[in-house]
């Protein structure tokens, strides 16, 4: 168990919808990372929060946004879904920056778009 | 611009044999963390190491060794005698400002 846990487990929807996925770190982690996961693209990072703050941006479409709140948890925002955005989308988490330290990854959330 | 190249899509070896998974990387910049992370059957991505570019001793933790060449862009991962438990998908990743690029991974299929 890394710590970092996400919900909901498994989102079914249909095209056209908006989802909101969650996550909240490990205790004491400052950072937030989201990534996507599909067979496809691979793992692709897609956005990553430190402290309330959006510190670095990948290959996040503008149907798609995040926050992070002051508890420090986050959330994801996927509208307008369509059926290529089925996928697993991983949270993960880190004391500092990205490049300084491990991040501990949440078990995901799988979405299926119909 | 950069990028991660794992070109081994999948492989498989029989338990107690040896295996190296390649990680070959492209960037211009002189300052960047690599890292290697396993994904097991159950889904969760695990941390295996991080080495930063001006780090090229080699790491040994028990079973698992990296092989870090700055000349050859490589930064391979090596199971020694491989157990059943290994069997897992195993990314590579390279950071830099804190944007992350993961190879498209390896498949790793140890056969009892």
């Known amino acids: 168990d890394s710590g970092v846990t996400q919900t909901p487990k498994h989102l079914i929807t249909a095209t056209g919808q908006r989802v909101t996925l969650r996550c909240s770190p490990r205790?004491?982690?400052?950072?937030v990372y989201w990534y996507q996961q599909s067979l496809d693209q691979g793992l692709q990072f897609l956005i990553q929060?430190?402290?309330?703050?959006?510190?670095a941006k990948g290959n996040i479409l503008e149907r798609f946004s995040a926050q992070q709140f002051p508890d420090l948890h986050s959330e994801l925002n996927l509208s307008s879904l369509e059926l290529g955005d089925s996928a697993l989308y991983f949270c993960?988490?880190?004391?500092?920056?990205?490049?300084?330290?491990?991040?501990?990854f949440g078990p995901g959330t799988r979405l299926t778009v119909l | 611009a950069q990028k991660v190249t794992q070109a081994q899509t999948e492989i498989s070896v029989v338990e107690k044999e040896d295996v190296t998974l390649d990680c070959v990387y492209e960037?211009?910049?002189?300052?960047?963390?690599l890292f290697w992370y396993k994904q097991p059957p159950s889904g969760e991505l695990v941390f295996l190491i991080r080495?930063?570019?001006?780090?090229?001793q080699n790491e040994i933790s028990g079973r698992y060794s990296w092989n870090f060449q700055k000349s050859t862009s490589s930064f391979n991962f090596t199971i020694t005698a491989s157990q059943v438990v290994d069997s897992a998908v195993y990314f590579c990743?390279?950071?830099?400002?804190?944007?992350?690029?993961f190879g498209k991974g390896t498949r790793l299929h140890i056969l009892p």
């Open positions: 990743a390279l950071i830099r400002d804190d944007k992350i690029i």
């Open positions: 205790s004491g982690d400052l950072s």
């Open positions: 080495r930063n570019s001006f780090d090229e």
């Open positions: 960037t211009r910049d002189t300052t960047y963390y």
């Open positions: 929060y430190y402290n309330g703050e959006e510190r």
């Open positions: 993960a988490s880190s004391v500092g920056v990205a490049e300084r330290g491990e991040q501990f």
